[in-house]
């Protein structure tokens, strides 16, 4: 109880110190400090760079001259690339932070949603006939948990507390009891039915209408209390907390650290573990692998080529593109194929160059918001025209970030971003300047971005566009290519993207922007509006290239997960991201073989969608499983135990699109419908809500921060030492707390069956057999030390554990503790404890005085030798605590005579048929043991041998 209200006290005081973190509230007076416990809704707050966001706010106004500002999602969504977010224009466009209190204004925003990819609201401001009405959507918030990345920006709070999106997606922690805790309190509980039983069988064998026969049932009871094994918890706690310092010492995964003692066993017998996809799969740094563009394909060996073409289309003293690059009818060279293709990854995408502040130090500040745009223009393109200041590209995705990096490595450089423009440099340092027209951004609905850009210098207007093969192939022209690529490239684990154009006229660009103005302004319905308009572009798209980018994997992600396999844990992966990355990530990764089916759920709407799919589901036997995140709520919703039981005879399962609350919500799914272990392991704050729920969380310290390290129940470093830490510190930490319970209920089983025999013996009178220190001794110094050794007892080795990983099978079947161990058990000691009383009685009538000395030396001879029939792997310590408890009992007959007569023990009588009773009592286990071991081997044993 103590402990338990110390961590509560502990935990009130992190509350209380995130509560009171402090933070600058804009007011009509001027600027005021709060505490974040203080934020109400309709607040307006500044918030400064590298400051978390304390609540989900819109953006109003950023010291940033483009209007825009980035911040750090991975608390939340676990990525850890920046997210670019825009401030709303009628108050980015105000001279001072204070104007915002003379703008008439109403932001109306959609009711709290755990969704934290998508956000509809609308900003009014002015009145009567002159009020102008703005969408808003994702772009414009920030939610809480988040990280302002570059500038300050001001906020106006919408939610707050629990109607954050953040606190809508983590779930409410437990409390983890290991299995090996409620398997021994079952087992007490039988324990305890036996004491009342055999209590109730000596006063029934002695009559039940004697006087007093209700006093001497419970005397019986505290007789055979010790059945009930009181101490075994001590020792089990003691062998929890020696197994978390061997994982915790291990130099092979150092860095570990177990912050939850109370489960380590639990490690050792894992059926399904969950794992995050960024930062614990993969480094989450995208690497470009291909190019094809129909008459050619290039790889990183041949981009040599590539690049001779660029600069053959910009040649030094032009001021422009040749070889028909700049005229789509012009015939097509395969330099003039590169250079679209090249210039269209250059354009498409949501990519920013950041340049270092300290670089930007010497920068002249725009004197008012007026010429913010034109200063910031001339500087930042100086400096990216400096080929010394170092550029780094930020965006919400890291393939478009690997895209627009390749494009610089051969010849097209991103150099200026900003709302309305994006200026390239050309290998003959010639600036390129594109007017930004529209940008669509990437959805997991639509599965493309595309962008429309005015090319200055010729006035041309063009619509590019990539996206996933399954959607661009119906929008582009016909082609004999693509589909056979695209293929192949899956095949390798690379991520497609098909790479189009469409060139379009200034009327047919004035006459879409008008109705998508138009739909933009919906509030219901506002996405399907905007989507219908943008769907009369998409068409007769001219095809430019398919390109192929790789994820870098974790070290030894693909070695780690076959071990995984191999040793019958099934591994689901969870992410966040898009399906296409989610499925090349788990095709190279090996988590889904090449060879193997994938089967990819479709979207379902209703309960007769989720029929069909997983009626073609069930079809694909022996196919991994690859499913939406929303798909999987509505088939949960409609068909939760056929859909768990389908999905748990998959080899594989990935879930993309998937929120953190969702990823919780599958580990309670598998531990309700499946009741075996499960393990969760993540690296970002988007999977604390999975690691608390499972049975053992495991944490990675990664480049999203130590939030999920904090909530796990092992920390480690890096994926591949969860292959060591389950395989074998699982097997020692379970096999041994196994080990030792039964030692422990067989220690106090034992000497419960001589108590009842002596008892028997006596008319069954309620008399104890052993009091005092013989009894305290017994449990302590006596036997403690050797039956707790046997927490370093192994029956392999690690190496032979790590090659043999099918080792790991036979654990998950939890036959190490059970009731046919547990039955066997309770034989054994009703056995032995015959022996030992009877023998006693038999051999040693005409000293029956001594009955106690003599039993007693039995006992404890009896209990080491038990043990050491045990052990399979004997160390040091082992053997010091065998000879060390054997000492200490002989120095107790000397020291304590009320309880032995030196004298009597002295003599040869007392020592052979002492032994002689030993012998009886353990000698047969030793034949049936090597019987066994002879003709029955365990797995582990044939392995040794």
Known sequence: MVREAWDDVQRWRRDREM??????????????????????????????????????????????????????????????????????????????????????????????????????????????????????????????????????????????????????????????????????????????????????????????????????????????????????????????????????????????????????????????????????????????????????????????????????????????????????????????????????????????????????????????SADMESSFSANHGA??????????????????????????????????????HIVLRAPNNQRLRFDILQVFPFSSETKRMGIIVRDCATNEITFYMKGADVVLTKMVEYNDWLDEECGNMAREGLRT?????????????????????????????????????????????????????????????????????NAGIKVWMLTGDKLETARCIAVSSRLVGRDQPMHTFGEVANRADTHRELNAFRRRSGAALVIPGQALEICLLHYESEFVELACQSPAVVVCRCSPDQK???????????????????????????????????????????????ASDFSITQFKNVGRLLVWHGRNSYKCSAALSHFVMHRGLIISVMQAVFSAVFLFVSIPLYEGFLLVGYNT???????????????????TALMYPELYKVLMKGRTLNLKTFLQWVLISTYQGGILMYGGILLFDANFIHIVAITFTALILTELLMVALTIRTWHWLMVVAEIGSLLLYV???????????????????????????????????YVLKFIRTRYAPPIYKKLQE
């Open 497 to 565: 993207l098909v790479v189009a154009k469409k060139s379009l006229s200034e009327e047919q660009y004035k006459d879409f922007e008008g109705r998508l103005k138009q739909a933009q302004l919906n509030v219901v319905d506002r996405d399907t509006e905007v989507r219908r308009v943008i769907a009369t572009i998409e068409t007769d798209l001219q095809l430019l290239a398919l390109t192929g980018v790789e994820d870098k994997l974790q070290v030894d992600v693909r070695p780690t997960l076959e071990l995984l396999r």
């Open 383 to 420: 400096l990216a025209a400096d080929s010394h200041v170092p550029v780094t590209y930020q965006a919400s995705s890291p393939d478009e970030v690997a895209l627009v990096s390749w494009t610089e490595s051969v010849g097209l450089a991103l150099v200026e971003r900003s709302q309305q």
């Open 664 to 710: 919780a919500s599958i580990v309670y799914l598998l531990k309700k419908h499946t009741r075996k272990p499960v393990a969760a392991i993540g690296d970002g704050g988007n999977d604390v809500s999975m690691i608390q729920a499972a049975d053992a969380g495991i944490g990675i310290v990664g480049k999203e921060g130590k939030q999920a390290s904090l």
């Open 891 to 925: 120095i107790s007959l000397a020291v304590f005579k009320d309880y032995f007569d030196s004298q009597y023990l002295l003599r040869g009588e007392f020592v052979w048929k002492t032994i002689v009773i030993t012998l009886v009592s353990c000698l047969p286990l």
């Open 781 to 799: 110094f006596y036997t403690m030390l050797p039956v707790f050794s046997l927490v370093l007892d192994k029956d392999v080795k690690d190496e």
């Open 19 to 368: 509560n009171e973190q402090k933070y600058k509230k804009l007011t009509r007076q001027g600027v005021v400090t709060i505490a974040s416990s203080e934020i109400r809704v309709s607040d307006i707050l500044l918030v400064e760079k590298d400051q978390r966001v304390p609540a989900d706010l819109i953006l109003l106004r950023t010291t940033e001259s483009t209007g825009s500002c980035f911040i750090r999602t991975d608390q939340l969504d676990g990525e850890t690339d920046w997210k670019l977010r825009n401030a709303v224009p009628a108050t980015q466009r105000l001279m001072q932070d204070k104007e915002v209190f003379d703008i008439s204004g109403v932001v109306h925003a959609q009711k709290p949603d755990k969704d934290i990819h998508n956000f509809v609201g609308r900003f009014t401001y002015g009145g009567g006939s002159t009020a102008q009405r703005l969408p808003l959507n994702i772009e414009h918030t920030m939610w809480t948990n988040t990280v302002v990345a570059s500038g300050t920006a001001v906020g106006l709070v919408m939610y707050t507390g629990h109607e954050t999106r953040s606190a809508m997606n983590t779930s409410t922690p437990q409390t983890k009891i290991g299995r090996i805790d409620m398997e021994i309190n079952r087992l007490t509980k039988v324990l305890f039915l036996l004491t009342m039983a055999l209590s109730f069988s000596l006063i029934a064998l002695r009559g039940l209408n004697v006087s007093g026969a209700h006093i001497e049932f419970f005397r019986f009871v505290l007789l055979f209390s010790s059945i009930i094994p009181i101490s075994l918890r001590v020792n089990l706690d003691l062998s929890k907390i020696f197994h978390s310092w061997s994982i915790g010492r291990d130099k092979q995964i150092d860095g570990t650290v177990v912050r939850s003692s109370t489960i380590p066993e639990e490690l050792g017998r894992i059926v399904y573990l969950l794992s995050d996809k960024t930062g614990t799969l993969t480094q989450n740094e995208m690497v470009f692998k291909r190019l094809h563009l129909g008459t050619a394909s290039y790889t990183s060996d041949t981009v040599d080529e590539i690049v001779s073409h660029v600069s053959a289309t910009y040649p030094a003293g032009e001021t422009g593109p040749v070889h028909g690059a700049r005229s789509g009818k012009a015939r097509k060279t395969e330099a003039s194929r590169a250079h679209d293709a090249v210039r269209a990854i250059a354009l498409c995408h949501n990519v920013t160059p950041v340049v270092d502040d300290a670089d930007t130090a010497h920068m002249p500040q725009a004197s008012n």
